[in-house]
């Protein structure tokens, strides 16, 4: 039976694993970039009362084009985008599919520079689009010069960017955008899944949106709105590309509930800001404590950070696990990812640290 139903499965698929990061009941999980607090209690309320206006009309489909909640990010968003510039989904994952779905398929192809976000890849395959992963400097920046040379021997149908990047935490210069827009013919996806930890806030290509019809703005509400249970993504983009994700999208892919949730939590986008800033200032926590401690950590503009000098990154993992602290192991060599917790959990994550460097130091390759 299991062969016969792997030889039912589309070829591409056979033999392929699903995505999976492990989902562990651990005192302290700081493994996926979650926003690392629960939603206040006033917001809460708000959030409870536009979902308690919407129970009782259940009965009828949602808006199919949720109208009001795309009027809703684009007043967030500012840039004189209106919602015809904005579309929402089911997190940015549904976003960047239905791009897939529209611009690329069976037979076409979109670039991407890994290490980064795991799901593009997947999602390209799910969609039948080739990937084609153009790398990064060893360092993990990206050079205007790199993207510009990539993009040219490819010419692929889609370009993903991702600013600030996962796993590395590097936000991407303007002049790296504007290049990966100017050689490409295609789509080109800034997708700023982590824009609002970024330590300037206004490094955005939202900036750049202007006369570029072929740019998207990937977005979402999973990190900085602390929101990351309800599934919202949105993007910006020209309305004449937003107009062609109709074409794909499913009929009333959005909920009402999930439509007016959104809605609730985006009237208290500025008490959610003060997590935010407290976050960032949990991350860069981090970056100091672990630089003292003589291991390499990469910049970070999110709400995580990468860091390196690990000789064995597996047993370090395990280790800190051990500790009960949950942390990602982003499968670059000598390396772990951790998302900035609560002060707490930051503390938690320092205090392993320090206790696995003391018990095994033959885990760790500092020069110090
Ligand atoms: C977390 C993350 C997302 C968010 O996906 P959702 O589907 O909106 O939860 C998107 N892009 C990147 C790079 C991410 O790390």
Redesign the pocket.
């Known amino acids: 039976m299991t062969e016969e139903l792997e030889n039912l499965l589309r070829p591409d698929l056979r033999g392929q694993t699903p995505y999976g990061a492990p989902q562990l009941d651990v005192p302290v999980q700081l493994n ?2 979650e926003n690392a607090y629960a939603i206040p209690a006033d917001v809460a309320a708000v959030i409870e009362e536009h979902l308690s206006r919407e129970v009782r009309g259940l009965n009828r489909y949602p808006d199919r084009d949720a109208t009001a909640l795309r009027a809703d990010f684009a007043a967030y968003l500012g840039h004189g985008l209106t919602a015809d510039h904005v579309w929402a989904a ?7 599919q239905q791009l897939l779905q529209a611009f690329g398929g069976p037979g076409r192809t979109v670039l991407g520079f890994m290490p ?2 795991s ?2 890849p997947l999602l390209a395959r799910g969609t039948g689009t080739a990937f084609i992963d153009a790398g990064r400097e060893d360092d993990y920046t990206l050079s205007a010069d790199h993207v510009r040379r990539a993009i040219t021997e490819h010419d692929p149908d889609l370009v993903f960017l ?1 600013s600030p ?2 796993p590395t935490g590097t936000a991407l210069d303007a002049d790296v955008i504007e290049a990966a827009y100017e050689a490409a013919r295609g789509i080109v996806i800034v ?1 700023e ?2 824009v609002e930890f970024a330590r300037d806030p206004n490094s955005t290509a939202l900036n750049r949106l202007e006369g570029r019809r072929r740019l998207v703005v ?1 977005r ?4 900085a709105f602390a929101f ?1 249970g309800a ?3 949105y993007l910006a983009a020209d309305p004449e590309l937003v107009e062609k994700l109709l074409l794909v999208r499913l009929p009333y892919h959005l909920s009402s509930l999930t439509q007016a949730a959104a809605r609730g939590a985006l009237a208290c986008a500025a008490q959610l800001q003060a997590e935010v800033d407290e976050l960032k200032h949990q991350r860069d926590r981090i970056v100091k404590n672990l630089r003292a401690k003589g291991l390499p950590v990469a910049d970070s503009d999110a709400n995580f950070v990468l860091f390196g000098g690990l000789a064995d990154a597996a047993a370090v993992w395990r280790a800190v696990l051990d500790q009960g602290v949950l942390i990602r192991d982003v499968g670059l060599p000598g390396c772990l990812r951790i998302t900035a917790g609560t002060e707490e959990e930051t503390t938690a994550f320092l205090d392993a640290v320090e206790t696995v460097m003391a018990r095994r130091p033959e885990l760790f390759s500092t020069d110090s």
């Open positions: 996926t970039n089911n997190g940015s994952n549904e976003i960047l980064s976000y799901m593009h991702v990047n996962n997708d899944a982590y990937s979402t509400m999973s990190k990351a599934r919202v993504g």
